[in-house]
Structures are given as C-alpha cells and as structure tokens.
C-alpha cells in the first residue's frame, strides 16, 4: 500500500471545491479509535484561524464540513465532505504515515479555508511580535545596562503517540503433502499478536486422517501440532518462522497385528505470507509453509517398512481472520 503526502493546493483541486469566498460553516470533526492524537473541533477551528486571520465556524451555517480522522494500520487517513445547498456531497480521503497526525491535520485545514475563503488565506501562519520589555529605571548617575538579547523559543516538542498493540483471530484450511503416505487437507485455527513490523502467531494444526491401501488392509495416518510463528511484515507480505511439536497418530485395519499408535513429530521450517483486507475487520491471509521434520517415523507391516516421513513437508493455505484495522 502506498503511502504520501499531499501539498495543499492539490487537495483542494481533488475535493473540486469552488474559489467563490464562504465566510461560514457548520463544522464536524470526529476522531475514530486509535486517532485520539488529532485535533477535535476545538483545535481544527484553531487552526482554521491561524489561515484566516477570523473563525469561519457558525453552527447555524448553511454550508457544513465533516472532518474524520481515523487510524489505518500504516498511519493515519481523514476523510473530508463539503455539503453545500443545492450542490451534491463532495468527498476525499487523505492518508499520512506520520501518527502524530499534525501534517495531516494542517493539510485537511489548508483545504477547508482555501474552500471558505481564499481571499483571506495565508500561506503560513504570521509570526507574533516578541512582547515590549521595559528598560528598567536607570539608578541616579549610573549608565544604563545594555539590555541581554532575547533568547530564541524552543521549538515545540512533538510527541508522537505509540501504535496500538494489534491482534487476530482466524481460522483456515490448508493442502498438506508429506505428512501421511498420500497428500492430504488440515484444519488450522490461528491467534495472534502485533506490534508495528513484529507479530507473534499461535496456531493448532489437525490433518484430516488419510488411508493408505496395504495388501489386504489399510493403514490411517493424520497429526495433530501445535506451532509458535513469529513473523516480520513489510506492508502486505510477511516472512515467518515456524516451530511446531505433535504427534503422528496411526491405525491399521485388515492387517495380521493390527494396531493404532502414536508417535511425537518436531518439525522447523518457514513462512511466505501476504495479507489483503477487503471489508473492515476482515482480513484473508494466503500463505506457504515449508517444514523440515526432526523426528522421522517408519510405519512397517511385518518388519517391511511401508512408509516413512520425508525430510521436508509443504503446506499451502488460506486464512480468514477477523483483525482490527
């Protein structure tokens, strides 16, 4: 995803509003979860004074402006609607990495009184006078001190709040091939944690049982794992690790000994991911996994081994996951 910055006068070109001066409007600024570090409607008209000199903002005016500000997993986004009578609804959504959201804020400003009234603009704010400092009284027959030159003001410190922690609930299915003697389908449900580019998965693997057909009888294979996935993202892809511990369950049926038994199964290996959010809290996860097994087992019928888990296994699958944005 793309992420950028717009100069001020392009916005006001992307939200078509007209050069025709209006001097009042009705405003509303609503600030979403994870958006409280923009300003309310109190600071955006502060803001809209500093451009104009004057407060456009009367509440019976006929004109009205919607600002929201919201929270994007990339930074942040404000959306602005321009109603004006007679006119249809006119819209744009801004985005900006920074999550401090002052660029952002002055951007969405700029656009307002530029569309209220661009007579009156000002490019950047006016800087303030330095206040008089009166000399003090000069003591009979003494010179007058040389007044000490003013100190600079420091520069505002910006605090730039912290992410939120994020966090993910899903389920998903996926193609197996080199777990049982014949490729087979798994179940996983998946759980999670997120900060900035980190995030930590918690996953339960169960493989749909497969049979394999052995002389007279059959034997049944599946396993059951459990995996710990810590990843890195780089906007919608991520790289991952992959640890996982269980067991290989198996059965045979209409073989002379026929018995079940379980054995444990460790495998490490690695993760190609990509994530796509098309709706809200919806988000489908596509990934590949390869696993190199550290424990093998040999299934064997009469002292003939008959199968025996290979040094590598694959799993290709897609999750559906609900995430907050």
Not at 24 to 34: D, F, M, P
Not at 68 to 81: H, N, Q, T, V, Y
Request: proline share 12%.
């Amino acid at each position: 995803m793309h992420h950028w910055h717009v100069a001020p006068a392009l916005l006001v070109l992307c939200l078509g509003l007209g050069a025709a001066p209006e001097r009042a409007i009705a405003l509303e600024v609503r600030r979403a979860t994870g958006a409280e570090a923009c300003p309310n409607r109190e600071g955006v008209t502060a803001l809209l004074v500093t451009r104009l000199g004057y407060s456009p903002v009367a509440p019976d005016a006929a004109d009205r402006v919607t600002l929201e500000f919201r929270a994007e997993r990339d930074g942040l986004s404000a959306k602005l609607e321009l109603a004006r009578a007679g006119q249809p609804v006119r819209s744009r959504e801004l985005r900006d990495p920074d999550p401090a959201c002052g660029p952002l804020a002055a951007a969405a400003a700029f656009a307002i009184a530029l569309a209220v009234d661009p007579q009156h603009l000002r490019a950047t704010p006016e800087p303030q006078p330095p206040p008089a400092v009166e000399p003090p009284a000069l003591a009979p027959a003494a010179a007058a001190p040389e007044p000490a030159p003013a100190a600079p003001p420091s520069p505002p410190v910006e605090e730039k709040a912290e992410p939120p922690i994020g966090w993910q609930l899903g389920i998903g299915g996926a193609g197996v091939l080199g777990s049982a003697p014949d490729p087979t389908a798994a179940v996983v449900l998946h759980g999670g944690f997120s900060y900035r580019l980190f995030s930590l998965g918690f996953e339960a693997r169960i493989d749909v049982p497969v049979s394999h057909a052995y002389g007279s009888g059959t034997i049944t294979t599946y396993q059951l794992l459990g995996s710990l996935v810590p990843c890195l993202s780089f906007g919608r892809f991520s790289g991952c690790a992959v640890a996982s511990a269980g067991a290989l369950r198996a059965s045979s049926t209409g073989l002379v000994g026929s018995a079940n038994l379980s054995a444990p199964m460790v495998a490490l290996g690695g993760r190609l991911a990509v994530s796509f959010r098309p709706v809200g809290w919806l988000l489908l996860t596509p990934w590949l996994d390869v696993l190199a097994s550290l424990t093998r087992v040999t299934l064997s019928v009469d002292g003939a081994p008959v199968w025996a888990t290979p040094a590598l296994a694959g799993l290709l699958g897609l999750r559906f996951s609900l995430a907050p944005p």
